[in-house]
Protein backbone atom coordinates (compact mmCIF):
# COMPACT_ATOMS: atom_id res chain seq x y z
CA UNK A 1 0.00 0.00 0.00
CA UNK A 2 2.80 2.27 -0.13
CA UNK A 3 2.06 3.63 -3.71
CA UNK A 4 -1.49 4.64 -2.67
CA UNK A 5 -0.13 6.07 0.69
CA UNK A 6 2.47 8.05 -1.78
CA UNK A 7 -0.46 9.41 -3.51
CA UNK A 8 -2.88 9.98 -0.66
CA UNK A 9 -0.05 11.85 0.88
CA UNK A 10 -0.42 13.97 -2.56
CA UNK A 11 -3.35 14.38 -2.75
CA UNK A 12 -4.07 15.49 1.22
CA UNK A 13 -1.88 17.85 0.12
CA UNK A 14 -4.12 19.31 -2.65
CA UNK A 15 -7.11 19.15 -0.54
CA UNK A 16 -5.48 21.39 2.19
CA UNK A 17 -4.60 23.90 -0.51
CA UNK A 18 -8.15 23.68 -2.11
CA UNK A 19 -9.53 24.97 1.30
CA UNK A 20 -6.96 27.62 0.85
CA UNK A 21 -7.99 28.82 -2.51
CA UNK A 22 -5.07 27.96 -3.96
CA UNK A 23 -6.67 26.60 -6.63
CA UNK A 24 -3.93 26.22 -9.34
CA UNK A 25 -1.78 24.37 -6.84
CA UNK A 26 -4.07 22.26 -5.67
CA UNK A 27 -4.60 21.31 -9.19
CA UNK A 28 -1.18 20.31 -9.59
CA UNK A 29 -1.54 17.78 -6.48
CA UNK A 30 -4.56 16.32 -7.52
CA UNK A 31 -3.30 15.39 -10.94
CA UNK A 32 -0.02 13.87 -9.46
CA UNK A 33 -1.61 12.04 -6.94
CA UNK A 34 -4.57 10.48 -9.79
CA UNK A 35 -2.07 9.53 -12.07
CA UNK A 36 -0.06 7.21 -9.08
CA UNK A 37 -3.65 5.75 -8.76
CA UNK A 38 -4.16 4.89 -11.78
CA UNK A 39 -0.94 3.05 -12.54
CA UNK A 40 -1.55 1.31 -9.38
CA UNK A 41 -5.19 0.72 -10.68
CA UNK A 42 -3.25 -1.13 -13.98
CA UNK A 43 -0.67 -3.18 -11.70
CA UNK A 44 -2.73 -4.24 -9.10
CA UNK A 45 -4.75 -8.01 -9.05
CA UNK A 46 -6.84 -7.67 -6.31
CA UNK A 47 -10.52 -6.22 -7.55
CA UNK A 48 -11.39 -5.36 -4.00
CA UNK A 49 -8.49 -2.85 -3.68
CA UNK A 50 -9.30 -1.79 -8.04
CA UNK A 51 -12.35 -0.83 -6.96
CA UNK A 52 -11.47 1.26 -3.80
CA UNK A 53 -9.05 2.88 -5.85
CA UNK A 54 -11.62 3.76 -9.06
CA UNK A 55 -13.60 5.24 -6.63
CA UNK A 56 -10.86 7.32 -5.26
CA UNK A 57 -10.07 8.14 -8.25
CA UNK A 58 -13.37 9.19 -9.66
CA UNK A 59 -13.92 11.56 -6.76
CA UNK A 60 -10.91 13.44 -6.88
CA UNK A 61 -11.40 14.14 -10.47
CA UNK A 62 -14.47 15.08 -10.26
CA UNK A 63 -13.31 17.84 -7.97
CA UNK A 64 -10.25 18.72 -10.40
CA UNK A 65 -12.27 19.27 -13.03
CA UNK A 66 -14.58 21.50 -10.67
CA UNK A 67 -11.43 23.55 -9.84
CA UNK A 68 -10.29 23.37 -13.73
CA UNK A 69 -13.67 25.50 -14.30
CA UNK A 70 -14.07 27.42 -10.98
CA UNK A 71 -10.35 28.73 -12.24
CA UNK A 72 -11.53 29.36 -15.95
CA UNK A 73 -14.59 31.12 -14.48
CA UNK A 74 -12.71 33.47 -11.99
CA UNK A 75 -10.36 34.07 -15.17
CA UNK A 76 -13.17 35.19 -17.62
CA UNK A 77 -14.38 37.35 -14.93
CA UNK A 78 -11.41 38.65 -14.19
CA UNK A 79 -11.55 37.80 -10.17
CA UNK A 80 -8.51 35.20 -10.24
CA UNK A 81 -6.67 35.93 -6.81
CA UNK A 82 -4.22 33.52 -5.36
CA UNK A 83 -1.52 33.74 -2.76
CA UNK A 84 0.74 32.50 -0.89
CA UNK A 85 2.57 33.71 2.35
CA UNK A 86 5.96 32.59 2.99
CA UNK A 87 7.43 32.53 6.40
CA UNK A 88 10.68 34.28 7.47
CA UNK A 89 13.54 31.19 7.39
CA UNK A 90 10.70 28.80 5.56
CA UNK A 91 12.22 26.51 2.41
CA UNK A 92 10.31 24.82 -0.66
CA UNK A 93 9.70 28.07 -2.62
CA UNK A 94 11.91 27.99 -5.53
CA UNK A 95 10.19 29.57 -8.40
CA UNK A 96 9.66 26.61 -10.39
CA UNK A 97 7.43 25.62 -6.76
CA UNK A 98 6.12 28.67 -6.66
CA UNK A 99 4.41 29.77 -10.22
CA UNK A 100 5.88 26.99 -12.84
CA UNK A 101 3.01 25.49 -13.60
CA UNK A 102 1.66 28.75 -15.28
CA UNK A 103 5.58 28.58 -17.19
CA UNK A 104 4.11 26.68 -20.29
CA UNK A 105 3.72 26.59 -24.24
CA UNK A 106 1.31 29.08 -24.34
CA UNK A 107 3.60 31.73 -23.10
CA UNK A 108 5.65 33.85 -26.07
CA UNK A 109 7.13 36.85 -24.02
CA UNK A 110 7.75 37.74 -20.50
CA UNK A 111 8.26 41.30 -18.75
CA UNK A 112 9.95 41.05 -15.36
CA UNK A 113 9.67 44.16 -13.54
CA UNK A 114 11.90 44.25 -10.65
CA UNK A 115 14.43 47.30 -9.65
CA UNK A 116 16.87 44.99 -7.37
CA UNK A 117 18.74 43.35 -10.05
CA UNK A 118 21.72 44.57 -9.84
CA UNK A 119 24.58 43.27 -7.33
CA UNK A 120 25.73 39.79 -8.43
CA UNK A 121 23.42 37.77 -6.45
CA UNK A 122 20.44 39.82 -7.60
CA UNK A 123 21.58 39.07 -11.46
CA UNK A 124 22.22 34.92 -10.08
CA UNK A 125 18.48 35.27 -9.43
CA UNK A 126 17.32 36.59 -12.44
CA UNK A 127 19.38 34.13 -14.44
CA UNK A 128 17.86 30.98 -12.64
CA UNK A 129 14.50 32.24 -13.59
CA UNK A 130 15.45 32.89 -17.52
CA UNK A 131 16.56 29.33 -17.11
CA UNK A 132 13.41 28.01 -16.00
CA UNK A 133 11.74 30.18 -18.49
CA UNK A 134 13.63 28.94 -21.31
CA UNK A 135 13.30 25.17 -20.05
CA UNK A 136 9.16 25.64 -19.48
CA UNK A 137 8.00 27.85 -22.21
CA UNK A 138 8.63 26.30 -25.33
CA UNK A 139 7.84 28.93 -27.28
CA UNK A 140 9.63 31.94 -25.21
CA UNK A 141 10.75 34.75 -28.03
CA UNK A 142 11.04 37.93 -26.02
CA UNK A 143 12.15 38.73 -22.44
CA UNK A 144 12.30 42.49 -21.36
CA UNK A 145 13.63 43.18 -17.93
CA UNK A 146 12.78 46.59 -16.40
CA UNK A 147 14.84 47.23 -13.10
CA UNK A 148 17.52 50.18 -11.56
CA UNK A 149 20.99 50.71 -12.54
CA UNK A 150 23.39 49.75 -10.01
CA UNK A 151 25.55 52.79 -8.94
CA UNK A 152 28.29 51.01 -6.92
CA UNK A 153 29.18 48.85 -9.97
CA UNK A 154 26.84 49.70 -13.05
CA UNK A 155 29.55 48.58 -15.57
CA UNK A 156 29.28 44.73 -13.70
CA UNK A 157 25.62 44.79 -14.22
CA UNK A 158 25.62 45.45 -17.39
CA UNK A 159 28.04 43.08 -18.69
CA UNK A 160 26.21 40.17 -17.01
CA UNK A 161 22.77 40.88 -18.55
CA UNK A 162 25.49 41.15 -22.08
CA UNK A 163 26.63 37.73 -21.09
CA UNK A 164 22.86 37.18 -20.57
CA UNK A 165 21.61 38.09 -23.68
CA UNK A 166 24.16 36.84 -26.10
CA UNK A 167 22.92 33.30 -24.44
CA UNK A 168 19.47 33.55 -24.19
CA UNK A 169 19.97 34.16 -28.19
CA UNK A 170 21.17 30.76 -29.09
CA UNK A 171 17.58 29.36 -27.46
CA UNK A 172 16.07 32.39 -30.03
CA UNK A 173 15.06 34.31 -26.84
CA UNK A 174 15.35 38.79 -27.05
CA UNK A 175 16.04 39.72 -23.60
CA UNK A 176 15.99 43.47 -23.56
CA UNK A 177 17.05 45.55 -20.37
CA UNK A 178 15.50 48.60 -19.63
CA UNK A 179 16.23 51.04 -16.57
CA UNK A 180 13.78 53.57 -14.34
CA UNK A 181 15.15 55.18 -10.97
CA UNK A 182 11.66 55.68 -10.22
CA UNK A 183 10.50 51.86 -10.43
CA UNK A 184 8.76 50.53 -7.58
CA UNK A 185 6.23 47.68 -8.63
CA UNK A 186 7.79 44.15 -8.94
CA UNK A 187 5.91 41.32 -11.09
CA UNK A 188 6.10 39.22 -13.46
CA UNK A 189 3.41 39.45 -16.39
CA UNK A 190 3.50 36.77 -18.92
CA UNK A 191 1.74 36.69 -22.41
CA UNK A 192 -0.70 34.18 -21.23
CA UNK A 193 -2.26 36.67 -18.40
CA UNK A 194 -0.62 35.45 -15.62
CA UNK A 195 1.06 38.21 -12.99
CA UNK A 196 2.78 37.18 -10.12
CA UNK A 197 3.39 40.04 -8.00
CA UNK A 198 5.98 38.61 -5.29
CA UNK A 199 6.58 41.44 -2.23
CA UNK A 200 10.20 41.43 -2.31
CA UNK A 201 10.45 40.68 -5.81
CA UNK A 202 13.14 38.09 -7.00
CA UNK A 203 15.70 38.62 -4.50
CA UNK A 204 13.62 37.05 -1.38
CA UNK A 205 16.38 34.33 -0.48
CA UNK A 206 18.58 34.22 2.66
CA UNK A 207 22.23 33.94 1.85
CA UNK A 208 23.81 30.98 2.17
CA UNK A 209 26.02 30.80 5.01
CA UNK A 210 28.72 29.20 2.89
CA UNK A 211 29.40 27.79 -0.87
CA UNK A 212 29.47 24.31 0.30
CA UNK A 213 25.54 24.00 1.76
CA UNK A 214 21.93 22.68 0.52
CA UNK A 215 20.35 25.19 -0.66
CA UNK A 216 23.21 26.37 -2.99
CA UNK A 217 21.77 25.40 -6.47
CA UNK A 218 18.45 24.45 -5.27
CA UNK A 219 16.17 27.03 -4.40
CA UNK A 220 13.86 24.57 -2.64
CA UNK A 221 16.25 24.41 0.06
CA UNK A 222 17.25 27.55 0.70
CA UNK A 223 15.19 29.66 3.34
CA UNK A 224 13.47 32.25 2.55
CA UNK A 225 12.90 35.94 4.16
CA UNK A 226 8.97 36.40 4.75
CA UNK A 227 7.17 37.77 1.93
CA UNK A 228 3.70 37.50 -0.17
CA UNK A 229 3.16 36.33 -3.48
CA UNK A 230 -0.41 37.34 -5.23
CA UNK A 231 -0.76 35.68 -8.41
CA UNK A 232 -3.81 37.06 -10.13
CA UNK A 233 -5.20 36.43 -14.22
CA UNK A 234 -5.75 39.46 -16.65
CA UNK A 235 -7.21 39.55 -20.24
CA UNK A 236 -5.67 42.62 -21.26
CA UNK A 237 -2.22 41.72 -20.85
CA UNK A 238 -1.54 41.14 -24.92
CA UNK A 239 -2.99 44.23 -25.55
CA UNK A 240 -0.49 45.98 -22.93
CA UNK A 241 2.61 44.46 -23.64
CA UNK A 242 1.85 42.69 -27.32
Known sequence: MNIESAAINIIKRGVELDTKKRYTEALVCYQEGLQI???????????????????????????????????????EAGQFHEQVNIENNSTGHSYKTLFGRFLDEEVQYVVVEDPYIRSYHQCQNFLRLCELMVRSCTNLRHIELLTSKDGKSENDQRQWFSYLVNDLLKYRVNLIVKYSETLHDRQITLSSGWIIK??????????????????MYDMDLRQCHETTVDIVHSKNVKQSYG
Not at 62 to 75: C, D, G, M, S, T
Not at 198 to 215: H, Q, T, V, W
Open 198 to 215: IGRGLDFYKASENKFCLG
Open 37 to 75: LVDKIKSENDESIRTYLRKKVEEYMNRAEKIKKLVLQQK
